[in-house]
């Protein structure tokens, strides 16, 4: 199913679908393309899902185009991405040359001839480089940069100040080096996706069956890639603590970037350490409706990250009026106010993690009433039609 932007009245009300329209109407004769890295997998991929189709859905001409990368590229790539949140990489020639070399080889059969350019993430960076600027160019970076490795913010930013303007997720992310103007907007999920809409029971079990998840016991879960700054066997010794106390399950449900070559090696080491382990379900699927049956059925749902550029897993569960366990990092506390719509507990303290997720299971109407909050947080704050509201807010100031 496509939806269209009226189908957001009943849920965002008149008047912002009516500035929406009254925005779009005077850049309607704008032509914009997103670039990013992968078609699924992660919620960049998802987000443009929804994103383009509403910017066309509203009167914009909005393309979508993905960077084709060898593996090479993507394994250079995925180190790039551990090293913007802190990890020491080898900065190589040779990184340097296959990084810049993809993307000049992208451009040669990609053209961009539109009025707007909008580039995602560090994958396809260097691609403003290699055309005849004509136009504004904005990275929309979707990553913690508040430690980056500093030879590679360097090398990086050879690329960034050639645009026009960066928009990332968190004022912690602001770079004070960096002279290209800066923005904050928060990621956003799309409430009618199959991610996120309504199910009935009978759909529910029907997925959980399919997938051979027993609905017994109370079930915990983490739906995430399998990265390791999701860390998830950090969640599997979470689980054994809370096992002592509460008779649960653990699900921990993920997928495979194509963009993220590091995945299978995470998932295979997961496998073997939790082979032996009694109601630990591991599953490795990539079915936005089984996501959504798990959230939604969950009586807790975990993120226990070590970095985190916004965290739409989060997002996607309060909208589910599930009560959330995650980490204090990145943007996952934008959406968590403490003992109000979940609660917040530091990465490396498995012990908090545990004591939070007992107690909810042993005070199920505590969890509803986080979970009530939650729903309404989200709905202020991160549907997607915010989202389309604040491009077409800068699209607005670029040409107006």
Known sequence: MINSIDDYRQLVGDEIVHTIFNKARKVANKHIVHINSTYQGGGVA???????????DVGIFTGWRILHGSPDFFTITKKFHNALQGDPINMTNMKREIYTDQNEYFSRFTHLNHDLIIVHDPQPLPLIKFY???????????????????????????????????IVSNEKYKKKDLPVP????????????????????????????????????PIITQISRFDKWKDPEGVVRVFELVKK???????????????????????????????????????????????????????????????????????????????????NVGGIPLQ????????????????????RIIKLLKEP????????????????????????LDYLNIISELFG
């Open 46 to 56: 998802e987000m443009l899902a929804s994103l383009v189709s509403l910017m066309n």
């Open 132 to 166: 005849r600027k004509r136009q504004p160019w904005i990275w929309r970076c979707h990553v913690d940069l508040s430690n980056p490795n500093p030879e590679l913010w360097d090398f990086l930013k050879s690329f960034i100040i050639r645009y026009d303007l960066v």
């Open 182 to 217: 800066q923005r904050v907007h928060y990621p956003t999920i799309d409430p009618f996706s199959p991610k996120n809409m309504p199910l009935d029971k009978n759909t529910i079990k029907k997925y959980l069956n399919k997938f051979g998840i027993p609905n017994g016991k």
């Open 245 to 327: 106390q509460v008779d649960c399950r653990l699900v921990l449900c993920g997928n495979l970037a194509t963009d993220d070559p590091e995945g299978q090696i995470i998932y295979k080491r997961l496998v073997q350490k939790t082979g032996d382990m009694k109601d630990v379900i591991l599953i490795l699927e990539e079915n936005n409706i089984l996501v959504n049956a798990l959230q939604s059925t969950a009586s807790v749902v975990i993120q226990k990250s070590l970095r985190e550029g916004f965290g739409l897993t989060v997002t996607e569960a309060l909208w589910k009026r599930r009560p959330v366990v995650a980490s």
């Open 336 to 355: 968590i106010i403490d003992g109000k719509t979940g609660f917040l507990v530091e990465p490396d303290d498995l012990e908090g993690f545990a004591r």
């Open 365 to 388: 109407e505590l969890g509803r009433e986080l979970g009530e909050n939650g729903r309404e947080h989200v709905k202020k704050n991160f549907l997607i039609t915010r989202n389309l």
